[in-house]
């Protein structure tokens, strides 16, 4: 163990003698606004546009500029890349990419259809989604399904490597984007209800050789820990933190999972990212606090070491995966200029804190309605600090009890759906979810590649609220607090995106593509797509005119129950009408739909 | 307490996975043996009821059966749950299908108990240009093929609409038989 740590800082030093600069390539493509290079919008994830051709004051007149139907009828996450003149457009299993020639209305350059073993399909939690492609150095990445990562030419479409991340007999697949870092591409993997013990691992970005591998839980040595330097909130970690944490050998099959968003700051060398929910559902199978699931790494981009830690719920009850963004920025704090980390936590609480030392700032709810914790303890001489204060009515440690009326349900006040943040208006532009659910954990057995769940949930809208499932927030991350909320009827699982021409964009499960002043939240503009969007919306400009681009498409977690339609058990059968199924709004599709305002 | 905190008549019969484990976990396992399930009515259609719970057709394909004040058998309150617990990431609330699964408790307003069986032991394939639908073969993963009939029955009383979209809240006594049963299945100690 400690030859692996001292290998791995040995490689620390190698980097500060050869500076990377291996990417300096995407870094230009990120800083064009003309361009989208990485799914994220940027490094920091703030999904930020500096274009502000389409502003508050003509966003009204926008119009459908163009479209392209991807020829997949399942959830469509994530968003297109464009690249120079070329789109890149990617699809849910099989994984198509398209390359569309802007100069050309669209025509496809090159089409790219991996051959993929359909039975990865079924050990896909939650739908085949897939949010999206990444692009370094003339370079398109797609991590498929069935976690084979291939690297091709950007201009033919040519495969030059490729390299197999997981097993999906084991109940291992992939959702995510991948992230290209200097010579890297960083890699996370799915299956936290298979029992998978997940990881991030780097590629090298020319061979496709794995560079390092770091496990959310197990031995220091295969989590790239170092007892002594890695810290939880300012204090080392100690020996075997995540093995202390566990009893017997459940860590082994343990979740964690890695499929969320990473961010990176090129100034502390520092990738973050969360882990996700430990495997099983049932918390009474797996004693203790289940460490480091739930949790927000740093690691160094180079060796993958682990700067700092914070798990936010430990020996999780309600599925709530860490794994959404961390968006980096930097702010003033108390009249202070501080290098900020804010994440919008499944669990419902708003953190923000200091991305350099893993310092907690800020934990508040940002919904009302969350429940199952009345506070995160932010007394530094508490024996629980950093812990969630939990509400023992909503706790659901015991098997084959139906515990009630929990908010956030597991879905989350917030999933994967990316929050936008402007530094115009420095608030956070957040997709949420408001809904609540009842749980019964049961006793499950493991066998590999087989669901391991260990839970039944019913999940209704959030009650004694205005009777919808999703809200569309601004956040202001130093102060804890909401700014402005917009009532949806449905979750909104649609990735915003914020301008500089005073707008934010978001998609709704509906279909609608929107347009709110972000200073106000006023609505600017709708139009409704053939599909409902849980993709993400970008922004482009080609030939001196901005375009705004999002993928249609519904599906995903948001295409289970909601296309039948939630109940509300405390409301009675005849509420259901004011729940009525998202198969009422729209229909199945794929399709990718561009917008312009007209000359 | 547990009384208290489900809301409902348990009538001191536990549920079945915390039986297995009822020991370590200091269930009151005495109060398993309590059985006060009130006299039920009579099956109607010819179902009859076996040692386990169970209750069959004449032509031996197992049913549900609800008496008038709307306790369920133990078969269709079990298959709930477990159909929650397996089916549902796919096949929806309630047997209410997703946008990617078929809605089951339609699917079995035609469907016969044999092509039930088999679809789920043995998965299902679809895929060509309009659908990419894959079922697994769940044959080897005793959390579902252990409770078979269970969610069988449950999604039949669903499709013949004799069980609403709520969660069963009252329901008959499991059986000594049915745990030794599952016990077997799972293939721990009675």
Same mark, same amino acid.
């Given at each position: 163990?400690?030859?692996?740590? =001292?290998?791995?800082?040995?490689?620390? =030093?190698?980097?500060?003698?050869?500076?990377?600069?291996?990417?300096?390539?995407?870094?230009?493509?990120?800083?064009?606004?003309?361009?989208?290079?990485?799914?994220?919008?940027?490094?920091?994830?703030?999904?930020?546009?500096?274009?502000?051709? @389409?502003?508050?004051?003509?966003?009204?007149? %926008?119009?459908?500029?163009?479209?392209?139907?991807?020829?997949?009828?399942?959830?469509?996450?994530?968003?297109?890349?464009?690249?120079?003149?070329?789109?890149?457009?990617?699809?849910?299993?099989?994984?198509? &990419?398209?390359?569309? $020639?802007?100069?050309?209305?669209?025509?496809?350059?090159?089409?790219?259809?991996?051959?993929?073993?359909?039975?990865?399909?079924?050990?896909?939690?939650?739908?085949?989604?897939?949010?999206?492609?990444?692009?370094?150095?003339?370079?398109?990445?797609?991590?498929?399904?069935?976690?084979?990562? &291939?690297?091709?030419?950007?201009?033919?479409?040519?495969?030059?490597?490729?390299?197999?991340?997981?097993?999906?007999?084991?109940?291992?697949?992939?959702?995510?984007?991948?992230?290209?870092?200097?010579?890297?591409? @960083?890699?996370?993997?799915?299956?936290?209800?298979?029992?998978?013990?997940?990881?991030?691992?780097?590629?090298?970005?020319?061979?496709?050789?794995?560079?390092?591998?770091?496990?959310?839980?197990?031995?220091?040595?295969?989590?790239?820990?170092?007892?002594?330097?890695?810290?939880?909130?300012?204090?080392?970690?100690?020996?075997?933190?995540?093995?202390?944490?566990?009893?017997?050998?459940?860590?082994?099959?343990?979740?964690?999972?890695?499929?969320?968003?990473?961010?990176?700051?090129?100034?502390?060398?520092?990738?973050?990212?969360?882990?996700?929910?430990?495997?099983?559902?049932?918390?009474?199978?797996?004693?203790?606090?289940?460490?480091?699931?739930?949790?927000?790494?740093?690691?160094? =981009?180079?060796?993958?070491?682990?700067?700092?830690?914070?798990?936010?719920?430990?020996?999780?009850?309600?599925?709530?995966?860490?794994?959404?963004? %961390?968006?980096?920025?930097?702010?003033?704090?108390?009249?202070?200029?501080?290098?900020?980390?804010?994440?919008?936590?499944?669990?419902?609480?708003?953190?923000?804190?200091?991305?350099?030392?893993?310092?907690?700032?800020?934990?508040?709810?940002?919904?009302?309605?969350?429940?199952?914790?009345?506070?995160?303890?932010?007394?530094?001489?508490?024996?629980?600090?950093?812990?969630?204060?939990?509400?023992?009515?909503?706790?659901?440690?015991?098997?084959?009890?139906?515990?009630?009326? @929990?908010?956030?349900?597991?879905?989350?006040?917030? $999933?994967?759906?990316?929050?936008?943040?402007?530094?115009?208006?420095?608030?956070?532009?957040?997709?949420?979810?408001?809904?609540?659910?009842?749980?019964?954990?049961?006793?499950?057995?493991?066998?590999?590649?087989?669901?391991?769940?260990?839970?039944?949930?019913?999940?209704?809208?959030?009650?004694?609220?205005?009777?919808?499932?999703?809200?569309?927030?601004?956040?202001?991350?130093?102060?804890?607090?909401?700014?402005?909320?917009?009532?949806?009827?449905?979750?909104?699982?649609?990735?915003?995106?914020?301008?500089?021409?005073?707008?934010?964009?978001?998609?709704?499960?509906?279909?609608?593509?929107?347009?709110?002043?972000?200073?106000?939240?006023?609505?600017?503009?709708?139009?409704?797509?053939?599909?409902? @969007?849980?993709?993400?919306?970008?922004?482009?400009?080609?030939?001196?005119?901005?375009?705004?681009?999002?993928?249609?498409?519904?599906?995903?977690?948001?295409?289970?129950?909601?296309?039948?339609?939630?109940? $509300?058990?405390?409301?009675?059968?005849?509420?259901?009408?004011?729940?009525?199924?998202?198969?009422?709004?729209?229909?199945?599709?794929?399709?990718?739909?561009?917008?312009?305002?007209?000359? | 307490?547990?009384?208290?905190?489900?809301?409902?008549?348990?009538?001191?019969?536990?549920?079945?996975?915390?039986?297995?484990?009822?020991?370590?976990?200091?269930?009151?396992?005495?109060?398993?043996?309590?059985?006060?399930?009130?006299?039920?009515?009579?099956?109607?259609?010819?179902?009859?009821?076996?040692?386990?719970?169970?209750?069959?057709?004449?032509?031996?394909?197992?049913?549900?059966?609800?008496?008038?004040?709307?306790?369920?058998?133990? !078969?269709?309150?079990?298959?709930?749950?477990?159909?929650?617990?397996?089916?549902?990431?796919?096949?929806?609330?309630?047997?209410?299908?997703?946008? !990617?699964?078929?809605?089951?408790?339609?699917?079995?307003?035609?469907?016969?108990?044999?092509?039930?069986?088999?679809?789920?032991?043995?998965?299902?394939?679809?895929?060509?240009?309009?659908?990419?639908?894959?079922?697994?073969?769940?044959?080897?993963?005793?959390?579902?093929?252990? !409770?078979?009939?269970?969610? !069988?029955?449950?999604?039949?009383?669903?499709?013949?609409?004799?069980?609403?979209?709520?969660?069963?809240?009252?329901?008959?006594?499991?059986?000594?038989?049915?745990?030794?049963?599952?016990?077997?299945?799972?293939?721990?100690?009675?």
């Amino acid at each position: 163990m400690r030859k692996v740590i =001292a290998a791995a800082l040995m490689s620390v =030093a190698a980097a500060y003698a050869w500076p990377a600069v291996a990417n300096d390539g995407l870094m230009k493509i990120i800083n064009d606004p003309k361009q989208w290079g990485i799914q994220t919008g940027d490094y920091a994830n703030t999904r930020y546009s500096k274009l502000d051709k @389409i502003n508050a004051g003509n966003v009204g007149k %926008m119009q459908v500029a163009w479209g392209f139907s991807t020829g997949v009828l399942r959830g469509h996450e994530g968003g297109p890349l464009v690249i120079g003149d070329i789109m890149y457009v990617h699809t849910p299993f099989p994984n198509i &990419v398209y390359a569309l $020639d802007l100069n050309n209305e669209g025509r496809i350059m090159w089409k790219y259809e991996p051959k993929q073993d359909p039975d990865v399909i079924p050990v896909m939690c939650c739908d085949t989604v897939n949010r999206g492609l990444a692009y370094a150095d003339g370079t398109i990445f797609l991590h498929q399904a069935d976690t084979k990562l &291939v690297a091709l030419d950007a201009k033919t479409g040519q495969e030059k490597w490729s390299a197999i991340n997981g097993d999906p007999k084991k109940g291992e697949t992939n959702t995510a984007t991948v992230m290209p870092v200097k010579d890297k591409v @960083i890699v996370g993997i799915s299956g936290g209800e298979f029992g998978v013990r997940c990881h991030v691992t780097a590629y090298d970005m020319k061979s496709g050789k794995v560079s390092w591998r770091a496990y959310s839980m197990g031995p220091d040595d295969e989590m790239l820990m170092d007892p002594e330097k890695t810290t939880v909130l300012g204090k080392p970690v100690g020996k075997d933190s995540s093995l202390k944490s566990w009893e017997g050998d459940q860590w082994k099959i343990g979740g964690g999972c890695t499929w969320g968003w990473y961010s990176y700051d090129p100034e502390t060398n520092l990738v973050y990212y969360g882990s996700g929910n430990p495997s099983t559902w049932n918390p009474s199978q797996r004693p203790g606090d289940n460490k480091w699931s739930m949790t927000i790494f740093a690691r160094d =981009a180079d060796t993958g070491v682990a700067k700092w830690v914070y798990q936010m719920t430990p020996h999780d009850q309600w599925d709530y995966d860490g794994v959404n963004e %961390m968006i980096l920025t930097d702010q003033q704090v108390n009249g202070q200029p501080r290098k900020l980390l804010t994440h919008f936590d499944r669990n419902g609480f708003g953190y923000t804190l200091d991305r350099v030392t893993g310092e907690l700032l800020v934990a508040e709810k940002f919904d009302p309605a969350v429940n199952w914790a009345s506070k995160i303890d932010m007394d530094k001489s508490s024996p629980t600090f950093g812990r969630p204060l939990l509400v023992k009515q909503y706790q659901t440690l015991e098997e084959d009890v139906n515990t009630k009326g @929990i908010c956030p349900a597991a879905l989350g006040t917030k $999933d994967q759906q990316p929050a936008a943040f402007s530094p115009k208006t420095n608030l956070f532009y957040v997709p949420t979810n408001h809904v609540c659910m009842d749980y019964e954990p049961f006793r499950v057995s493991y066998t590999a590649g087989q669901p391991y769940v260990g839970a039944t949930l019913s999940m209704f809208p959030a009650p004694n609220s205005h009777g919808g499932m999703g809200n569309f927030i601004a956040w202001d991350n130093t102060k804890g607090k909401i700014v402005w909320s917009l009532p949806e009827p449905f979750s909104v699982w649609s990735g915003a995106l914020a301008t500089a021409g005073d707008v934010v964009f978001y998609g709704t499960l509906e279909g609608y593509l929107k347009a709110v002043d972000a200073k106000t939240g006023k609505e600017l503009y709708k139009f409704k797509t053939p599909s409902g @969007i849980i993709g993400n919306v970008t922004t482009y400009e080609h030939k001196g005119k901005q375009y705004i681009a999002v993928l249609s498409g519904v599906g995903g977690w948001a295409g289970i129950g909601l296309a039948a339609g939630l109940t $509300d058990p405390n409301a009675g059968l005849g509420a259901v009408g004011g729940y009525a199924a998202l198969s009422n709004y729209t229909n199945l599709g794929g399709q990718l739909t561009v917008f312009a305002v007209p000359d | 307490m547990k009384n208290k905190i489900r809301g409902w008549l348990v009538s001191g019969v536990l549920p079945a996975s915390a039986l297995l484990l009822g020991l370590s976990l200091m269930v009151p396992v005495a109060a398993v043996a309590q059985d006060a399930t009130a006299a039920a009515a009579a099956p109607e259609g010819g179902k009859t009821k076996d040692e386990l719970g169970k209750y069959t057709l004449p032509d031996g394909t197992p049913t549900y059966f609800i008496q008038p004040d709307g306790t369920i058998d133990w !078969y269709a309150y079990s298959g709930y749950r477990r159909y929650h617990a397996e089916c549902h990431v796919c096949h929806g609330p309630d047997g209410m299908g997703s946008s !990617y699964a078929p809605a089951l408790a339609n699917s079995l307003k035609t469907m016969s108990y044999e092509k039930f069986m088999e679809i789920v032991v043995n998965g299902k394939r679809e895929v060509n240009s309009s659908q990419n639908q894959v079922m697994p073969a769940f044959g080897e993963n005793n959390n579902v093929m252990c !409770y078979l009939d269970d969610i !069988y029955i449950y999604l039949k009383a669903r499709a013949d609409g004799a069980l609403d979209r709520v969660r069963p809240s009252k329901r008959e006594d499991k059986t000594k038989a049915y745990t030794a049963n599952e016990n077997q299945c799972f293939g721990r100690p009675g």
